[in-house]
């Protein structure tokens, strides 16, 4: 269309220009198509912008603040002296760790709004696809919290209070880890109810620290049941 200025336009007349239009792909210089892609992501998200360093951070800082200190308890038993006890100690780091969810949570909603929605997502569609998976995520972190109780959902084995037996009722018997994930798809949810290319490309960045954080919290969590089980079985 004579006039269209789109970045989908600009693209196509970018790879097109000076080429046979019988070429095929061959005649298409990537390294222009890469760059153009990145040139018109910078469009729409802005890195050095307060709020998106602000929300990368916390995003980042959560996950590592709560395995370091969860494993610091666990070696050194610290925090359940200085409470004189563990479950008032896990309550004190399960309250820190809600209090830096909301904080990620307004970071994450004040990076998306102080940078432009794209048009291809600002419809009723998208809109209601990420109801679906805000409401989808809200489901699996609620019944994850019932199902672990409060010491179980914030990381009481490292306090020593272990559960009986692994739980396998819903959602766990659905999915691995419910919590991480169903958090990942109500900031997926979010970022596409407001169009935000910002949101999309932070909740990758949720989903990667959360892959991230159970490569080290399974493996360690494992080693505490089966030392659990070492000596129930000696005392057998």
Known sequence: VEGDTSPAAALMSSLAEGHDCCGGLGNIDFRQADLFVMTWLLGFVDPTEPSFVAAVFTIVFSPLFWNVVARWEQRTRKLSRAFGSPYLACYF??????????????????????????????????YFLGLVLLGGGIVFVLSSFFALGFTGTFLGDYFGILKEARVTTFPFNVLDNPMYWGSTANYLGWALMHASPTGLLLTVLVALVYVVALLYEEPFTAEIYQQKATRLHKRS
């Open 93 to 126: 780091l399960g309250s820190s760790i809600l209090l830096l969810n909301v904080l990620r949570s307004h970071c994450f909603t004040q990076a998306m709004m102080s940078q432009p929605k794209m048009e291809g997502l600002d419809n009723h569609a998208t």
